[in-house]
């Protein structure tokens, strides 16, 4: 082979909607050295509406100068899926296919199989748990096809392998076929933004006023993201202070149940929807205080901090998030943000008044926090 040809890389994901997995591929493919690779993402499904003012994460794929390409459509269809798919490898003809979430995950790995690609790398953003039975089963019928599994987390690696190996530091010679591998946040790209902000000017442009407090939440609108109750605490919030604002960034199929719940406490003027945004970091810049406590159903136990969490605590917020065994690791309660129970308002409520009156200790929790 050639020293100079580059290695081929192709990233396979479900959609190409604006969420923490997309931000994780990004940021691969925007530090990928381009001397040496040469990288494209591909996406199965089209299923988001973008609103007047927002913008497509492809943008930012198209601004890091990577090629995304749609093999999908409007509608689902996994045959179709499947079909297009194969086309593409055999044409592009990757070094290493590298999949991310379950439907890729199970479809990558038998089409690059089938038409010979050298490696396949499966991502796993999720715990199993999330999963329906079947996929489960074929993931692990698929796994000695794979060359290499990394997963977000020591808990999801112990799903996949039954042990893990947290990976810090490049490796000199790969050892395992898993390995876990922490989301990382782009502290230079967070204080680039922060550095570039004008706090006045962007809050006026969100509609909040210089002195308010302004109360952050970033996640997708579905039922264990914990938006309800972020919601109902505000009920009780709003009783004791009138200069506090809260934004919810994200999208989903909730949004209309919340827009009537905060209709139903009055609190309109109090809460806002944003939707998608592309301009994340300079919203949580301007902001005081971030909050994502998720609400599983009972019984049920996974990772409690997402990436918009970890994103938070990068432009200095205080976070407040679920008490599961998982975020102790990431948050030191009271030192960096709270930990709450979930489905407990009340308590939500209590921990963002006290982020309120205190704003020394706000700020210096904070800045421990990144």
Known sequence: METNKKIKVVYLVNDILLGGMQNVVLNLVRLLDKEKFQVKVCYFKETQEIKPGQKDIL???????????????????????????LKFLRKEKPDILHCHLSYSNILGTIAAKLVGVKKVIVHEHNTYKFYPTKFVF????????????????????NEVSGNFQRLAKPLTKINRSSY???????????????????????????GINPTDILVISNGRLIDWKGHENLIKSFSLIVK??????LLIIGWGQKEEDFKKLIKGFGLERIIRLLGNRNDV????????????VFSYEEGFNSESIGIAGFEAMACGLPIIVA????????????????????????LLAEAIN???????????MGKTAR
Do not use: C, H, W
């Open 180 to 206: 876990t591998i922490y989301n990382g946040i782009d502290l230079d790209l967070i204080d680039k933004v922060k550095n570039s902000v004008d706090f006045n000017k962007k809050r006026l442009e969100l």
């Open 240 to 245: 004791k202070f009138n200069n506090v604002k």
């Open 354 to 364: 006290f982020l309120i009156e205190n704003r020394e200790k706000r700020i210096n």
């Open 59 to 85: 943008e930012d794929f198209k601004n890091a100068q990577i090629e995304v390409i749609s093999l999908g459509g409007k509608k689902k269809s996994k045959i179709s899926d499947f079909v297009k798919l």
């Open 281 to 292: 970091y300079e919203i949580l810049s301007v902001s005081d205080i971030f909050s994502l």
């Open 323 to 346: 008490d599961y065994p998982s975020a102790y690791k990431f948050v030191k309660n009271g030192e960096t943000g709270f930990l709450v129970k979930s489905k407990r308002p009340e």
């Open 138 to 157: 074929l993931m692990k019928l698929l796994r000695p096809l794979i060359d290499m599994t990394i997963s977000y987390s020591e808990l999801v690696e």
